[in-house]
């Protein structure tokens, strides 16, 4: 017989010792019900924030990103081509 007082492994606990603050789509749902947008736009718009999001790679934007190159790294041949074109 299953033990009913184990708790899922997806499950948080009903008291957590640290508060959290709320999760990014749940302060969407709010600040939208707040301006009484209606239910399904509020649902377009999570829906929209959730595939931006996962575009770009799920990463928050304090982190740092993989694509930006280094500012003590030598300059890109090609992209002064490309400013003196634009220069002249």
């Known amino acids: 017989?299953?033990?009913?007082?184990?708790?899922?492994?997806?499950?948080?606990?009903?008291?957590?010792?640290?508060?959290?603050s709320p999760r990014l789509l749940d302060q969407l749902g709010d600040r939208l019900r707040l301006k009484h947008y209606r239910l399904r736009t509020e649902r377009a718009y999570a829906q929209w924030v959730k595939r931006y999001i996962y575009f770009h790679g799920r990463r928050h934007a304090a982190a740092p990103s993989a694509a930006v190159r280094p500012a003590s790294g030598p300059p890109c041949p090609a992209s002064a081509i490309c400013c003196r074109r634009r220069r002249t």
Do not use: G
């Open 1 to 20: 017989m299953p033990d009913k007082h184990r708790l899922h492994m997806n499950t948080r606990p009903a008291y957590p010792s640290v508060p959290r």
